[in-house]
């Protein structure tokens, strides 16, 4: 189960994340994040510090959202996340595209 809550008194957006974010709902989290992203285009941050697991599906997930992102001019970055879960960017180069710590 995985849970996406946006973080109201953040720049830009900002959304926390938690629980596992895999095949089975990463449409879900790519839909919630994109009706809200479309609502307010800026840059975003996704707070990793309670997501515990992601599979490839995930990482391609993200992969779309910072397409999107980027289009419009913004950045998307990633923070809090548990190492074991950032070996998995760097392992597929992503931290070369996406702000990661």
């Known amino acids: 189960m995985q849970e996406v809550k ?9 959304f926390a994340l938690s629980g596992e974010i895999d095949s089975k709902n990463a449409d879900e989290f790519y839909q919630e994040v994109m009706e809200t992203y479309r609502v307010q285009p800026s840059d975003v941050t996704f707070d990793c510090a309670a997501l515990s697991f992601i599979d490839s599906t995930t990482l391609g997930t993200f992969v779309k959202i910072l397409k999107h992102v980027r289009t419009d001019g913004h950045a998307l970055k990633l923070i809090n996340m548990q190492p074991r879960l950032k070996k998995l960017f760097v392992i597929c180069a992503l931290d070369t595209v996406m702000e990661i710590s």
């Open 6 to 14: 946006r973080l109201e008194n953040a720049a830009g957006l900002s």
